[in-house]
């Protein structure tokens, strides 16, 4: 049986290469920094050059296509996951690090159909790795297969978070704190590269063993979801549940195991929902 979505993906990979290009070219000029939601919540305009170059390359070939984009989110599109095969892009997954020109900057897209992710893409521009994924058939880097640790005790793992402001006292205080009780388990250790995207596959490639956040979107989540995923890990909701794409917070690991110990260790807070 034919694979209808094979080409859709082996074009997203050359439009994905054309987006790297851009922001590689951008890291050597001055960079245009404006704030969103927040001092720390920023974008610029290589953010809005490279999704809209990727949404007009898609949509021109595939016009029936749905699109849901961090920038068209913010500049007041709507962010519903429907049936329809519907792209979710994130055109520099890393903004911050992008500003401080910090290596780990990503295009991240993802591919759903009737709310099923069918292929994810993530392109880590400055270290120039390509991960694919296409549901049920493993996962590549620079077209090498990948495949997650395999770890089973979380005392061995290096965790990959996020640790950002929040003006949410108590939030903050809650992630500070799941942090020092993640660290005294004891784990060997715990990172945070600024990207999620780029997280999901750390694990999905064994550098990593476990990564977990709450208040990042579903634009950060699709393609990486994908890429873990085929490489043999476990995602799920923080609660232990189902993961859930519009949810705005995951648990990625390289084993079921790990997983649950870290829903039992770590405090929820509410992020709300991409599709509220």
Known sequence: MSDPWQECMDY???????????????????????????????????????????????????????????????????????????????????????????PFVAVSIGFTVKKVIEFGIVYSCVEDKMYTARRGKGAFCNGNPIKVSGQQDIKKSLVLTEINFKKDVEQFNTMMNNVKTILTIPVHGIRSPGSAAINMCLVACGSADAYYHMGIHCWDMAGGAAVLTEAGGVIMDISGGPFDLMSRRLIVASSRAIAERIVKEIKEFPVGRDDQ
């Not at 979710?88 to 890393?94: A, E, L, R, T």
């Open 12 to 102: 997203c990979v050359e439009v994905t290469k054309r987006a790297g290009q851009v922001i590689r070219d951008a890291l050597q000029k001055d960079i245009d920094i404006m704030e969103k939601s927040s001092p720390v919540d920023l974008v610029t305009e290589t953010d809005q050059k490279v999704e809209q170059l990727i949404i007009s390359s898609i949509r021109e070939k595939y016009p029936s296509h749905s699109f849901i984009g961090e920038e068209s989110v913010a500049a007041g599109a709507p962010s519903i996951l429907t049936d329809n095969p519907t792209w979710i892009i994130d055109p520099v997954d890393g903004t911050t690090n992008f500003v401080h020109r910090f």
